[in-house]
């Protein structure tokens, strides 16, 4: 609060008092009092009021950059009426005594919708869980039973799969932490697994994967995986004609261990590039296709946040387009061709 602020706050009353000095200064004039005692009583008059409001203006500043502070050093502060120092006004108690029952109103809707969001959440883990057994008994008629017509419907059950787990990692994206192991990663191992199990998507869509992944590194498996199909479906979505070519390596930098993911797609136009990491955005190629979500990426970015890797977008419209997963600086172990593990810290 600034001593202007204060100041317009208090106008009328600055006004009423500068009135009511003028008409005793008027009275004591009109009624034969010499101008050195008229001089002197508003003199003192002025000087008491100016020492009232100064007191005032200052007690008031320091309340409320009290109340600042306290707010500042918050982390829920919508609970700033239970920490308010004890006001001396009774205007500032009765704030106050509103602010709390408006802050124990707001605490109660957020239980609700805590409770409301952990049900959902437990129905979709519910869902996903009892959904995932006939996905896989039909996974496993398909494997026995192979043929054309068979090999199509594991395609189009592996594309109901990859749905279900969208809606699990997206159900369980606030909690990763209950979920979440970290371990030596050969990310190899796990690029490998994601192309396997959609080998016959990528036989279908005419597609060449070349891998090149030699380090370990120490994360969660499981969520880099989902991450790594996510960015796979996406290039094989968005191919240009009837082949195309993905190149899945990895590159030892100095802040750590880069996984490039990239293809020789469509690409992304430049005004859409800024945006696809953003919730439920599809862009131009999404609405082309009419088969997006404009969830996957948002997934994989929010993941990558909690997991504490950096992932970088860069593509030109028609050229394809290129995905780094930034692993950050730490151990992690790096395989030569034909040689054994080798440790490196950084």
């Known amino acids: 609060m600034t001593l202007a602020e204060y100041i317009k706050d208090r106008i009328l009353v600055l006004v009423l008092q500068i009135s009511c000095m003028l008409l005793l200064f008027g009275f004591l004039n009109a009624t034969g009092y010499p101008?050195?005692?008229?001089?002197l009583i508003g003199g003192g008059w002025a000087l008491a009021a100016g020492a009232y409001f100064g007191?005032?203006?200052?007690?008031r500043?320091?309340?409320?950059?009290?109340?600042?502070?306290?707010?500042?050093?918050?982390?829920?502060?919508?609970?700033l009426g239970e920490l308010m120092p004890d006001p001396k006004k009774l205007e500032d108690r009765l704030y106050r005594d509103m602010i709390r029952f408006s802050n124990k109103s707001v605490i109660e809707r957020i239980h609700v919708i805590e409770?409301?969001?952990?049900?959902?959440?437990?129905?979709?883990?519910?869902?996903?869980?009892?959904?995932?057994?006939?996905?896989?008994?039909?996974?496993?008629?398909?494997?026995?039973?192979?043929?054309?017509?068979?090999?199509?419907?594991?395609?189009q059950n592996q594309k109901i799969e990859n749905y279900v787990d969208m809606a699990l990692y997206y159900a369980r994206a606030d909690e990763v932490y209950?979920?979440?192991?970290?371990?030596?990663?050969?990310?190899?191992?796990?690029?490998?697994s994601v192309l396997s199990g959609n080998k016959y998507f990528l036989i279908q869509n005419g597609v060449e994967a070349?891998?090149?992944?030699r380090h370990f590194v120490y994360t969660d498996k499981k969520w880099i995986m989902f991450i790594l199909n996510q960015l796979l479906l996406n290039s094989?979505?968005?191919?240009?004609?009837?082949?195309?070519?993905?190149?899945?390596?990895?590159?030892?930098?100095?802040?750590?261990?880069?996984?490039?993911?990239?293809?020789?797609?469509?690409?992304?136009?430049?005004?859409?590039?800024?945006?696809?990491?953003?919730?439920?955005?599809?862009?131009?190629?999404?609405?082309?296709?009419?088969?997006?979500?404009?969830?996957?990426l948002y997934?994989?970015?929010?993941?990558?946040?909690?997991?504490?890797?950096?992932?970088?977008?860069?593509?030109?419209?028609?050229?394809?387009?290129?995905?780094?997963?930034?692993?950050p600086v730490g151990k992690y172990y790096v395989r030569n061709e034909g040689e054994d593990v080798h440790e490196k810290t950084r």
């Open 61 to 79: 500043k320091r309340y409320f950059l009290t109340m600042t502070k306290i707010l500042e050093q918050m982390e829920e502060r919508y609970l």
């Open 178 to 192: 209950k979920d979440y192991m970290v371990q030596k990663t050969d990310l190899s191992t796990a690029v490998s």
């Open 299 to 327: 997934l994989c970015k929010e993941l990558c946040r909690k997991l504490g890797i950096e992932i970088c977008i860069f593509s030109e419209e028609g050229k394809g387009v290129k995905v780094i997963l930034k692993f």
């Open 35 to 39: 101008s050195d005692f008229c001089v």
């Open 115 to 155: 409770k409301e969001k952990k049900e959902y959440q437990e129905f979709i883990e519910s869902w996903v869980h009892e959904i995932k057994a006939p996905i896989t008994g039909i996974s496993l008629i398909c494997e026995n039973h192979k043929d054309e017509i068979t090999r199509r419907i594991w395609i």
């Open 236 to 296: 094989v979505k968005y191919k240009k004609g009837n082949r195309q070519k993905i190149r899945i390596c990895t590159q030892e930098k100095k802040e750590g261990v880069w996984l490039v993911v990239e293809d020789d797609g469509i690409g992304i136009k430049k005004e859409d590039l800024p945006r696809v990491f953003e919730k439920g955005f599809t862009g131009q190629n999404g609405r082309s296709t009419r088969r997006a979500t404009g969830m996957g």
């Open 55 to 59: 007191m005032d203006f200052w007690g």
């Open 210 to 213: 070349e891998v090149s992944c």
